[in-house]
C-alpha cells in the first residue's frame, strides 16, 4: 500500500495525521469558498419576484435540470409553472447568505420556494425539485407503477453517480491546482463506465425510460450531454464519440426549444446565449433572438 511507502504518496513523504485539519491555503478553483462547517457567513436578503414559483440559482447542472423542467413545463402548457430565477453567485459566496441558508442548510443551488402554498414552501436538491414540480402539475412523471419506478431509478441513478463526474472526474481533471494521475485515472474510468451504462440503455429507447420524455431525461442530460459536448475539455481525453446511443440521445434533447431555454437561464456568459436572471418568458425571447442574430452574421 502507498501510505507503507510515504516516498510514493502525493506530495512526496505525505502521510495522513492522526486528526485532520482544515488549510484554507490548501488551492483548487473553489478553495475560496469551500470550508468544513456549514451555516450563513453574511446576511442577504434574498429578492422575491412576482411569480409563485422563485428560483435562486445558477446555470451549472444541478440548476439547469430544474430550468429544463420548468420550461418544458411551460411549453406544455402549464402556465403555473411561471417562474422568476435569481442569480446566485457562488465563487463570491451567495449561497453562504442568511436568506439562501434558510432555504437549503446545505448551502448549494439550486434552492426554490412555492408562494402559491401559505405559508411558502422550501425545496432544495434538484432531483426533489424535480419531484415536486412533477407531481404538482401532472407532468413527466408516470402514471403507470412500471414506467413512475424505472424513471424514479434513473433519477436516482444520476443523483448518486453525478458526483463522481464533477466532483471526481471534472474536479481533479480541470480544477485541482495539480495533475494526479491515480485521482484522474480513477474518475475517468468511472465516468467512462456511467456513459457505457447510459448507451446500452438508450441502444433501443427514444428516451431515458422509453418513447416518453421524463424527469430521468431533465436530471441526466445536463451532467452527460455537457460531457458529450466538450464539458471540461474532456471529449478527446475520454473518447465520447463511441457513445452513439448518448450522442444521439443529446442531440434530440439539444433539439428541444424549452431545453435550450432552460440552458440559458441564469447563464449569461454561456456559449450560445444566456440571461443572468430570467423574470418572464420575454427574456429568453430577447436572448434567443439576439443568439440566432449573431449565428447568422456572417463570420
Given amino acids: 500500500m502507498a501510505d507503507s511507502d510515504p516516498s510514493q ?6 502521510v495522513p495525521p492522526k486528526v485532520w485539519t482544515w488549510d484554507k491555503e490548501n488551492g483548487g478553483q473553489f478553495a475560496s469558498i469551500n470550508a468544513p462547517t456549514a451555516g450563513a457567513r453574511k446576511d442577504i436578503t ?3 419576484g412576482k411569480h409563485p414559483i422563485q428560483l435562486y440559482s445558477l446555470g451549472t447542472p444541478n440548476g439547469v435540470k430544474v430550468t429544463i423542467m420548468l420550461e418544458e413545463l411551460l411549453a406544455a402548457g402549464h402556465s403555473g409553472a411561471e417562474y422568476d430565477a435569481w442569480l446566485i453567485k457562488i465563487y463570491e459566496g451567495d449561497q453562504f447568505g442568511s436568506d439562501f441558508v434558510k432555504i437549503n442548510p446545505n448551502s448549494k443551488i439550486p434552492a426554490m420556494m412555492d408562494h402559491s402554498l401559505d405559508p411558502p414552501l422550501r425545496l432544495f436538491e434538484s432531483g426533489s425539485m424535480l419531484i415536486y414540480l412533477a407531481e404538482k402539475f401532472g407532468a413527466f412523471l408516470p402514471a403507470d407503477i412500471r414506467k413512475r419506478t424505472e424513471t424514479l ?3 436516482m441513478w444520476q443523483m448518486g453517480s453525478a458526483p463522481f463526474v464533477g466532483g471526481g472526474f471534472g474536479h481533479f481533471y480541470a480544477y ?26 438508450l441502444a433501443d429507447k427514444e428516451f431515458i425510460i422509453g418513447d416518453e420524455i421524463t424527469i430521468a431525461d431533465f436530471a441526466i442530460f445536463p451532467w452527460y450531454g455537457s460531457i458529450m459536448r466538450g ?5 478527446e481525453f475520454l473518447s465520447t464519440h463511441a ?6 440521445w ?14 440559458m437561464v441564469n447563464a449569461a456568459s454561456r456559449p450560445g446565449g444566456g440571461v443572468a436572471e430570467r423574470h418572464g418568458a420575454a427574456d429568453l425571447d430577447e436572448a434567443i433572438r439576439a443568439a440566432d442574430e449573431v449565428g447568422k452574421a456572417p463570420a
Fill in 9 to 14: 504518496n502525493q506530495p512526496t513523504g505525505y
Fill in 46 to 48: 434574498l429578492p422575491v
Fill in 153 to 155: 431509478n434513473w433519477l
Fill in 176 to 201: 485541482a491546482p495539480f495533475k494526479i494521475e491515480y485521482a484522474i485515472d480513477r474518475y475517468a474510468m468511472e465516468t467512462k463506465r456511467q456513459l457505457d451504462v447510459l448507451d446500452k440503455q
Fill in 231 to 235: 464539458g471540461y475539455s474532456a471529449q
Fill in 243 to 248: 457513445y452513439r446511443n448518448v450522442d444521439r
Fill in 250 to 263: 443529446v442531440s434530440q434533447m439539444e433539439a428541444r426549444p424549452a431545453v435550450r431555454r432552460g440552458q
